[in-house]
């Protein structure tokens, strides 16, 4: 069964400049969501969906057709994403007055409305903060971006099974975290 990504990556074979657009078009929201998610920051998350998609670029334009063909283009995408934000959850911790400073600065640009937002979303950050790594980015990947456990498995190096037992016990947490906060 051919997918949408399976004709998309076809197109890019066969037409790279004129595919690659909707590449982007196609996977962006989802990154960026995703990546907002693991950076805390929005800033933060524009720069790692922008970086991820001129890797991408940069990295596609060196492959042949064939090799572009058998790519999982969706893993692969959020491979390079998820490694953009180890390093740049690297960067934050060697540097964390930059981090603070650049925080402030983003809070101060906000409308009343994105204040509010951004609010509701601070307490789920805070909460998804409570999970380990692995449990964060499963749940994450599959219930915030929509990826597949097999494609959250291509893109972390993880079995599926362990994938899916990490947004098990992600979830679990939550619920947990939330019926402590209501009592």
Not at 68 to 74: F, K
Not at 128 to 144: D, F, I, K, N, S
Not at 154 to 174: I, P, Q
Request: glycine share 4%; net charge neutral; hydrophobic share 40%.
């Amino acid at each position: 069964m051919t997918t949408d990504f399976d004709r998309l990556t076809n197109r890019l074979a066969v037409d790279f400049d004129g595919a690659f657009p909707d590449l982007v078009t196609t996977l962006q929201d989802g990154v960026f969501s995703g990546v907002l998610q693991f950076t805390r920051n929005r800033q933060d998350a524009e720069d790692v969906t922008q970086e991820t998609f001129v890797r991408v670029f940069r990295a596609l334009k060196t492959y042949d057709e064939d090799r572009i063909r058998a790519l999982q283009i969706r893993p692969w995408v959020w491979t390079i994403a998820l490694n953009l934000c180890r390093n740049r959850a690297r960067t934050v911790k060697r540097h964390p007055e930059t981090a603070l400073v650049d925080d402030r600065l983003a809070r101060t640009t906000e409308s009343a409305e994105e204040v509010a937002a951004n609010a509701d979303l601070s307490v789920w950050r805070q909460r998804l903060a409570g999970l380990t790594g692995p449990q964060r980015t499963a749940v994450v990947l599959h219930h915030v971006v929509g990826l597949p456990y097999a494609e959250i498995s291509g893109s972390t190096g993880r079995s599926e099974s362990t994938v899916r037992s990490d947004a098990r016990r992600g979830l679990a947490r939550l619920r947990t975290m939330l019926e402590e906060e209501t009592r």
